[in-house]
Structures are given as structure tokens and as C-alpha cells.
Nanobody, 117 residues
Framework: QVQLVESGGGLVQAGGSLRLSCTAS??????MGWFRQAPGKEREFVAR????????YYTDSVKGRFTISRDNAKNTVFLQMNILKPEDTAVYYC????????????WGRGTQVTVSS
């Protein structure tokens, strides 16, 4: 059974940094991404990276501040978050997709990120 386990969330002051990690059991996934959901809001896409690690995509609000990377040998994806803002406060979810899947197949349980002003 595939499991995605996130870690690295916490409480940080505005302007600070956090690094999230997500380790997947099972095969190397074609596409791994991060999503977030703030209280009272819908879940939104944050970033994604493909297995080759040659392409990464970000939502506009985090461009220049967040960096997604992956270590295929460890089946782990990272999200380095810098210059954090209070509006980044959310539960962050890791997701993984097989090549032929139209949508993400697996999701983690989430890790809380809280940015204080």
C-alpha cells in the first residue's frame, strides 16, 4: 500500500523559513506535488516536480520564495519555503501521480504550517 508521509511543518515568524519533506513508499512517481488548504478555503496547488527533476511548476504567489526538489533514490520530495508570509498559513499536503493518471493518485495526511505576523 502506498503511503505518503509529510514532515517539517511548524510555527515560524513572518520572513522565516521552513523545509517540508514527503517520503513515499512504493515506486518512483512520475509527478509529485504540494498542495495547501487554509482554514475556510479550498485546497490549492502550490508546486509540482516531475521525476526527471528537470521541470518544476509553482503557483504565482510562491514563485521566488518556494523551491520544490526531489530525491528519487529516497523517493522523497521537498519544499523549501523562504520569506514566509502569514497568508502561507495552511495545512500542506503532498501528492503523487503515476504517468498515465489524469490526476493525483495518492495523498499524504498533511502537515500544519503556521506563519505568525
Amino acid at each position: 500500500q502506498v503511503q505518503l508521509v509529510e514532515s517539517g511543518g511548524g510555527l515560524v515568524q513572518a520572513g522565516g523559513s521552513l523545509r517540508l519533506s514527503c517520503t513515499a513508499s512504493g515506486p518512483t512517481f512520475y509527478d509529485m506535488g504540494w498542495f495547501r488548504q487554509a482554514p475556510g478555503k479550498e485546497r490549492e496547488f502550490v508546486a509540482r516536480i516531475y521525476a526527471s527533476a528537470s521541470s518544476a511548476y509553482y503557483t504565482d504567489s510562491v514563485k521566488g520564495r518556494f523551491t520544490i526538489s526531489r530525491d528519487n533514490a529516497k523517493n522523497t520530495v521537498f519544499l523549501q519555503m523562504n520569506i514566509l508570509k502569514p497568508e502561507d498559513t495552511a495545512v500542506y499536503y503532498c501528492a503523487a501521480r503515476h504517468y498515465a493518471s489524469p490526476d493525483y493518485d495518492y495523498w499524504g495526511r498533511g502537515t500544519q504550517v503556521t506563519v505568525s505576523s
